[in-house]
């Protein structure tokens, strides 16, 4: 939208682009039809124990997207390519818990680590039955190389054929630097899947994650649960480096007895690491790990509609909302079923609804909308990153992604957070709808969370589409001015990716309306328009979006 400028006369919206102008049609933005109670009776199926929890390449999450599928078809979406479903090629592999082994020894004796308590371990290469290795372990701080920053945590040494160990988040940022690696927000360099593909291209043979619950945002509980049965991962792209052979996370208190072997200390190195001018440490410890794992090729499926458009139809916008979850895990508190009410049963049931609202909506839309609901984001956003690599409509042709992942379920806001609005020309769209619905944009609240890239959006803004993942509000109308915050550190203490993450007939819906309001308007202003939203300066997913721009 290079150029472009927005008013809003009441429901009228102008897009002005280089002098010209652009009316939309004039709709009641207070209603645009999104029923709560569909919402509710959506979300309540999927997160049944009928559905399994949804577990990509098991009955639950075939079950799932075959419903999601017959929707789409009641609702008369288009099926593409002749059908509702992207098959997504998967590998599977369970590392055998007796099987699992990581020791460390050195001068001050041998650490045997105790799996799944203290670590976890995967194969580097997912199609690998069995994996094993040694070598001295290195502490390389943060992990990170970003000569835009200035930083490199791998000066002057080198950690191939070795275990590297990472903290994770990025370095903090000091008061003569406050905007160093963004300050509080976290970066992708702070993200785990950057650490890992960074170890591979530093030739390490193992990289272990420090896991920290106030850095990572989620408890030991949360990495525990999600590696401790069958993992799923895309088959290897044969252009990315030679993954490291073993990839793993270990707790504080793991990490600190480790390096206690070599007479050092874990928060003294924390903190060099976090200075300027920090030096890897070779420990002299000695890590042996090995890994036996059971490993099937199979496939999981996105799920797709498509509203085709008026005038450009072979202009998309795509909006997403992952449907699977961790389906039958290990028992917690007598529950083994990891419904995922919240995570994500209910964004699925607002994509669907939203889906049926703009199939029906009187005001055609002149670009295209396709409904994805994407699988296996919590193997690592896996069913968006296929979609990405083979598109079913060219990236060139896609004018902008909208993610949800999580709808609201405990009352009306006087706020809402978009994440990303900041980043393109989309967030004058967001503001302006905000606006009209009574909303303020709220800036991230825990941004060193860095949950801008951790939802399926972001495999969409790495390839360069300009994106946005709507969360909902948290100053809830009515309720005390903390209700948000308590909600939210309450269902990611006791609820995030177990089984206790279930449908509540307490649930309310109608927050999730005003959220599923905010992503129909911005939606249909996006594909009633005929500009093309651009990343501002500066933002790092620009030069791929500028390498599409001959294409279209």
């Known amino acids: 939208m290079k150029g472009c400028a927005i008013t809003i006369v009441a429901s009228l919206v102008v897009l002005g682009c280089g002098g010209s102008e652009e009316s939309q049609?004039?709709?009641?933005?207070?209603?645009?039809?999104?029923?709560a109670d569909s919402v509710r009776e959506r979300m309540r199926t999927l997160a049944s124990d009928a559905f399994m929890g949804?577990?990509?390449?098991?009955?639950?999450?075939d079950l799932a997207s075959q419903y999601i599928a017959d929707r789409f078809r009641d609702y008369r979406l288009e099926p593409v390519e002749g059908s509702y479903f992207q098959p997504v090629p998967m590998i599977g592999y369970a590392p055998r818990a007796e099987d699992v082994r990581l020791s460390i020894a050195g001068p001050g004796g041998e650490v045997h680590a105790g799996y799944l308590d203290d670590f976890v371990l995967i194969p580097g290469d997912p199609q690998a039955a069995s994996v094993s290795g040694s070598g001295e372990l290195v502490f390389v701080g943060y992990g990170i190389?970003?000569?835009?920053?200035?930083?490199?945590?791998?000066a002057g040494t080198d950690v191939s054929g070795k275990f590297i160990l990472i903290l994770v988040s990025d370095p903090p940022a000091p008061a003569d630097e406050p905007d160093l690696f963004d300050g509080r927000a976290m970066t992708y360099y702070g993200r785990w899947t950057y650490k890992w593909e960074e170890a591979a291209r530093q030739g390490a043979l193992g990289a272990l994650i420090v896991h920290e619950t106030g850095p990572a945002g989620y408890p030991w509980s949360v990495v525990r649960g999600g590696r401790a049965g069958e993992q799923f991962s895309l088959p290897p792209d044969p252009k990315a480096p030679k993954p490291a052979r073993m990839l793993g996370w270990v707790t504080r208190e793991a990490a600190s007895r480790m390096l206690a072997l070599a007479g050092l200390d874990y928060?003294?190195?924390k903190a060099e690491a976090g200075r300027?001018?920090?030096?890897?440490?070779?420990?002299?410890?000695?890590v042996s790990g090995s890994v036996d794992s059971d490993v099937r090729q199979l496939q999981t499926r996105n799920v797709v509609g498509l509203v085709r458009g008026s005038e450009r139809p072979d202009e998309v916008i795509t909006l997403t909302s992952h449907y699977d979850h961790f389906g039958v895990g290990e028992a917690i508190q007598g529950d083994s079923i990891y419904n995922g009410a919240y995570d994500n049963a209910s964004g699925t049931a607002l994509l669907l609804e939203l889906a049926r609202v703009m199939a029906a909506y009187p005001d055609r839309p002149a670009r295209s909308i396709l409904f994805i609901a994407t699988a296996a984001e919590e193997q690592g956003l896996l069913g968006a990153q296929w979609y990405v690599q083979s598109p079913l409509m060219p990236l060139a042709r896609t004018v902008a992604e909208i993610n949800i992942d999580g709808a609201n379920l405990w009352g009306e806001t006087d706020d809402v957070t978009v994440q990303g609005e900041e980043r393109s020309e989309l967030g004058a769209l967001v503001h302006a709808r905000a606006e009209q619905l009574g909303l303020e944009i709220m800036p991230?609240?825990?941004p060193e969370k860095g949950f801008f890239f951790r939802s399926d959006h972001f495999p969409f803004a790495r390839a360069g589409i300009p994106s946005l993942y709507v969360e909902h509000g948290r100053r809830y109308r009515g309720r005390p001015a903390d209700y948000?915050?308590?909600?939210?550190?309450?269902y990611t203490a006791e609820r995030y990716h177990s089984p206790q993450d279930e449908f509540s007939d307490s649930f309310t819906f109608a927050g999730a309306?005003?959220?599923?309001?905010?992503?129909f308007l911005v939606s249909l202003d996006i594909a009633m328009s005929d500009a093309w939203p651009e990343w501002h300066v500066g933002q790092e997913f620009k030069s791929a979006r500028d390498a599409m721009m001959p294409a279209r």
């Open 276 to 286: 300027r001018g920090f030096a890897p440490v070779p420990t002299g410890l000695r």
């Open 267 to 269: 928060t003294e190195l």
């Open 145 to 154: 190389d970003a000569p835009e920053e200035g930083w490199n945590d791998f």
């Open 54 to 61: 949804r577990g990509p390449g098991h009955p639950g999450g």
């Open 444 to 446: 991230d609240a825990e």
């Open 513 to 519: 309306v005003q959220q599923g309001t905010m992503v």
């Open 484 to 490: 948000g915050q308590r909600i939210q550190e309450a």
């Open 25 to 35: 049609p004039a709709r009641d933005t207070s209603d645009v039809g999104i029923s």
